[in-house]
């Protein structure tokens, strides 16, 4: 299926947004989908991502292919990279309030995500080149790139560079996947750290990509659920009077020239950490076929590619994840179609 000729190889700049455990699975799978079509890690200018979308980005940018990606997800139990603190909230009451803890970023939460750090460390032990993310602080968004933090000013949409060093690829990570109020943030120098999809680039920031890069094109996955987040930076805006939220939109659209996938991953939480395998696949196989129509019905493909590509969704159509009779089958019918 791969289309060396095709549009797509226009994209410099690829972008993974939030999400959390969906963004891990769908991402690994839209990757997958965009090295079937030609487009590995070489191609990308940039590769980048918030939250748990940073997650798959940094490991990407790393070395990892798209298949040690759909492993990685399909066997990790996400549960395990965080743990309980001595917090008295219990993580069900600091995922019910939080609205609330989205706008007040407590210091503390119900779970530590130093697990997270130290399965971060064990993989990748540099800043790659390539990668960057962005977390929030009580001072604004900072950006953060090999050798180089900023200070993100919402505003005029402009970079301030702080610091001229790689801050510890664990922190940034750790930072950028911070759940306020259900977990507790990570600190880099004098900042606590928060999840990127707080600040007006939203949940998918290819917005950002443009800022960086402007007037080259971008490719961004997004796995968030829509109505919540637009509520928390809402509610954010309202309690906080944070500027970069009155003065600009809720979110910075993306430029005309960007291409965002949504996958349709349905009821799926992004907070569930203990996704059964069934839900995983579906994840998995919602990102490759969220991408594969994406690029169809924008029309990126040789005819011959597209063709290929029309026929493979129809036959991904046929998976039931749904079906407790049909799951294993259906599992196996993914697995035989997106890793053959």
């Given at each position: 299926m ?6 797509i190889?226009?994209f ?6 939030s999400?959390g ?17 030609g487009?590995?890690?070489?191609n990308w200018t940039?590769?980048g991502g918030?939250s748990?979308g940073?997650?798959?980005a940094?490991?990407y ?7 040690e990606l759909i492993?990685?997800?399909?066997n990790l139990?996400?549960s395990?990279l965080?743990e ?5 909230l219990s ?8 609205d609330?803890?989205?706008s007040?970023r407590?210091?503390n939460?119900?779970?530590s995500?130093?697990k997270?750090?130290a399965?971060?460390k064990?993989r990748v032990d540099?800043?790659p080149e ?5 977390a929030?602080t009580?001072?604004?968004?900072l ?9 993100i000013d919402?505003?005029?949409r402009s970079f301030?560079?702080l610091?001229q ?6 922190t940034?990570?750790?930072?950028t ?11 880099y120098r004098q900042f606590?750290?928060?999840d ?12 950002l ?8 094109r971008?490719?961004g996955v997004d796995?968030?659920?829509k109505?919540r987040?637009?509520?928390?930076r809402?509610l954010?805006?309202i309690l ?6 009155l003065?600009k939109?809720l979110q910075f659209?993306p430029?005309?020239?960007s291409l965002?996938i949504?996958?349709?991953?349905g009821s799926?939480?992004g907070?569930d950490?203990?996704?059964s395998?069934?839900?995983?696949w579906?994840?998995?196989t919602?990102?490759y ?6 690029i ?6 040789e005819e011959s ?6 026929e493979?969704l ?5 998976c039931d ?6 799951s294993k089958?259906s599992i ?5 179609l997106?890793?053959?």
């Amino acid at each position: 299926m791969q289309d060396e000729s095709s549009k797509i190889l226009h994209f410099k700049h690829l972008v993974l947004g939030s999400g959390g455990s969906r963004t891990i699975l769908a991402g690994a799978g839209a990757l997958k989908a965009l090295e079937e079509l030609g487009i590995s890690r070489d191609n990308w200018t940039s590769i980048g991502g918030i939250s748990g979308g940073a997650i798959v980005a940094l490991l990407y940018a790393a070395g990892a292919t798209a298949d040690e990606l759909i492993d990685l997800a399909e066997n990790l139990e996400f549960s395990s990279l965080l743990e309980r603190t001595d917090s008295k909230l219990s993580p069900v009451a600091a995922v019910l309030l939080g609205d609330l803890f989205w706008s007040l970023r407590p210091r503390n939460g119900a779970l530590s995500t130093e697990k997270l750090g130290a399965f971060i460390k064990d993989r990748v032990d540099h800043w790659p080149e390539r990668f960057w993310t962005m977390a929030v602080t009580d001072q604004g968004p900072l950006l953060f790139q090999s050798g180089m933090i900023s200070a993100i000013d919402c505003a005029s949409r402009s970079f301030k560079p702080l610091f001229q060093e790689s801050a510890p690829v664990d922190t940034a990570i750790r930072g950028t996947c911070t759940v306020p109020g259900l977990m507790t943030p990570p600190a880099y120098r004098q900042f606590l750290l928060f999840d990127g999809v707080l600040s007006p680039y939203g949940s998918c920031p290819t917005a950002l990509a443009d800022d960086l890069y402007p007037g080259e094109r971008q490719l961004g996955v997004d796995a968030q659920e829509k109505k919540r987040a637009t509520c928390r930076r809402s509610l954010a805006a309202i309690l906080q009077r944070d500027p970069a939220y009155l003065w600009k939109p809720l979110q910075f659209e993306p430029a005309d020239s960007s291409l965002v996938i949504n996958p349709d991953l349905g009821s799926l939480p992004g907070l569930d950490f203990k996704f059964s395998k069934a839900n995983k696949w579906a994840a998995i196989t919602a990102g490759y076929a969220g991408t594969l129509e994406a690029i169809l019905e924008n029309r990126l493909l040789e005819e011959s590619c597209a063709i290929a590509a029309r026929e493979k969704l129809n036959r991904l159509g046929r998976c039931d994840f749904k079906n407790d009779l049909q799951s294993k089958s259906s599992i196996d019918c993914a697995r035989a179609l997106i890793m053959p």
